[in-house]
């Protein structure tokens, strides 16, 4: 069964998008002058990068609640042989309410990346000038 339910692959998802992330707006800074651009452009190109990269997270964390979920409905459980076993509603129930909990810590953290990638995506110029300037 897919361990999606433990806070620990939750936060390994974080991290990953964070450090990313990170690794994404250090080249957009740099970007330009490795290429002879201005350096405002590839910071504000690095927004879009960030905002698929946050989609393309919540794309994967939903496949993998689809599939426990899933492997969970797919259960054989046989209540008289496994008398320690809870029954698969139950099994859902529990899955649920752990993912819920898990998933909506998960869920604002990639709809505040999706915010601030879009918003340096449309305005990262304007913000790289106004920094540089100031």
Not at 9 to 23: D, G, I, R
Not at 40 to 51: E, K, M, Q
Request: charged share 10%; net charge neutral; with cysteine.
């Amino acid at each position: 069964m897919s361990e999606l339910i433990s806070t620990g692959s939750s936060k390994l998802y974080a991290l990953t998008l964070v450090v990313f992330n990170l690794l994404i707006l250090t080249f957009g800074l740099l970007g330009g002058s490795f290429f002879g651009e201005a350096p405002h452009s590839w910071f504000a190109r690095s927004g879009s990068i960030i905002t698929i990269s946050s989609f393309i997270c919540e794309l994967v964390i939903m496949r993998e609640v689809a599939q426990t979920q899933m492997e969970i409905s797919l259960l054989n459980i046989d209540i008289k042989n496994a008398p320690f076993t809870k029954d698969k509603q139950y099994l859902l129930g529990v899955f649920n309410k752990a993912i819920t909990r898990h998933s909506n810590n998960i869920n604002i953290f990639v709809c505040l990346n999706v915010f601030v990638g879009t918003v340096i995506w449309g305005y990262g110029d304007v913000i790289y000038l106004w920094v540089m300037n100031n």
